[in-house]
């Protein structure tokens, strides 16, 4: 299977091991960042958003920031302001999957997008006059990364509702971050893990609308209260994984026995979520 490489941001969140936290159930083996005593000696800057979609995207892109709104029809925005040195894995066509961790401070914008109304695209450009105008729901978040001066502190902007103007301004607010921080690193800055570069498979040959397509069949056989065998014999007939229904009547509805049959407090739960 061919693959291509990426660049998506992640929870720069570390354990005790030096493992990423938001990554810890993804595969077994834990993923630790390319370590930062290998990072160029260079630094660059960074002021560029990232769009994550929860119905196009692979189970390590939703893992990897950790904590965004993962319902059909949401949308997480992420725009990076930062300082950065890239860290590569040693070993080029190594087998760990990542292949090179951007460690740097500054600052990110996160807006979750709900809710929208009939017809209106989520898009970087539209998102802040969308919700400006009533159009859908935005939850946003200004996250400092890395960042201890006080006086670098201090160009982060105030809390503020999100509107086309506010939405200059934090974006204005991320460019002084880094040409404040241009010449060299300010007093006090940590280096965090934010970017990661790794190998996915080709996008003509995955199919990331898979677990999609199993937890949506999930949600409507449980609204019709049927038991986990039967919805897994009709799974397979109409050609979804199985053992995708299974995880996910154990992991959504805590069900795990063939016969066990949801309750109607599950049904309303399941109906609710597929009309919203």
């Given at each position: 299977?061919?693959?291509?490489?990426?660049?998506?941001?992640?929870?720069?969140?570390?354990?005790?091991?030096?493992?990423?936290?938001?990554?810890?159930?993804?595969?077994?083996?834990?993923?630790?960042?390319?370590?930062?005593?290998?990072?160029?000696?260079?630094?660059?800057?960074?002021?560029?958003?990232?769009?994550?979609?929860?119905?196009?995207?692979?189970?390590?892109?939703?893992?990897?920031?950790?904590?965004?709104?993962?319902?059909?029809?949401?949308?997480?925005?992420?725009?990076?302001?930062?300082?950065?040195?890239?860290?590569?894995?040693?070993?080029?066509?190594?087998?760990?999957?990542?292949?090179?961790?951007?460690?740097?401070?500054?600052?990110?914008?996160?807006?979750?997008?709900?809710?929208?109304?009939?017809?209106?695209?989520?898009?970087?450009?539209?998102?802040?006059?969308?919700?400006?105008?009533?159009?859908?729901?935005?939850?946003?978040?200004?996250?400092?990364?890395?960042?201890?001066?006080?006086?670098?502190?201090?160009l982060l902007p105030?809390?503020?509702?999100?509107?086309?103007?506010?939405?200059?301004?934090?974006?204005?607010?991320?460019?002084?971050?880094?040409?404040?921080?241009?010449?060299?690193?300010?007093?006090?800055?940590?280096?965090?893990?934010?970017?990661?570069?790794?190998?996915?498979?080709?996008?003509?040959?995955?199919?990331?609308?898979?677990?999609?397509?199993?937890?949506?069949?999930?949600?409507?056989?449980?609204?019709?209260?049927?038991?986990?065998?039967?919805?897994?014999?009709?799974?397979?007939?109409s050609n979804i994984?199985?053992?995708?229904?299974?995880?996910?009547?154990?992991?959504?509805?805590?069900?795990?026995?063939?016969?066990?049959?949801?309750?109607?407090?599950?049904?309303?739960?399941?109906?609710?979520?597929?009309?919203?």
């Amino acid at each position: 299977m061919a693959t291509y490489r990426k660049v998506i941001p992640v929870n720069p969140l570390l354990n005790e091991k030096g493992e990423f936290v938001s990554l810890k159930h993804y595969i077994d083996k834990p993923i630790k960042p390319n370590s930062f005593a290998h990072a160029d000696p260079g630094r660059s800057d960074y002021g560029k958003e990232y769009k994550l979609s929860y119905s196009v995207s692979t189970k390590l892109e939703l893992a990897a920031i950790g904590g965004v709104e993962t319902n059909m029809g949401s949308t997480t925005f992420i725009h990076d302001s930062i300082i950065y040195r890239l860290s590569r894995h040693p070993i080029e066509n190594g087998s760990d999957i990542i292949k090179g961790t951007w460690w740097g401070y500054g600052m990110r914008l996160k807006v979750t997008v709900k809710n929208a109304q009939f017809g209106v695209q989520a898009k970087w450009l539209s998102v802040a006059a969308a919700a400006q105008l009533g159009y859908l729901d935005a939850e946003f978040e200004i996250e400092s990364i890395g960042l201890a001066d006080t006086e670098l502190f201090s160009l982060l902007p105030a809390p503020t509702d999100l509107n086309l103007s506010t939405y200059k301004e934090i974006l204005a607010a991320g460019d002084k971050i880094r040409a404040y921080a241009h010449g060299s690193d300010p007093a006090g800055v940590i280096y965090k893990p934010l970017r990661i570069i790794v190998d996915l498979p080709d996008e003509e040959s995955f199919d990331p609308l898979a677990d999609d397509k199993a937890l949506i069949f999930v949600y409507q056989q449980v609204s019709d209260r049927k038991k986990l065998r039967d919805a897994r014999q009709k799974a397979l007939k109409s050609n979804i994984n199985p053992e995708l229904v299974s995880r996910f009547y154990k992991e959504v509805f805590t069900i795990v026995s063939d016969d066990e049959k949801p309750s109607r407090a599950q049904r309303d739960e399941a109906q609710d979520w597929l009309e919203a």
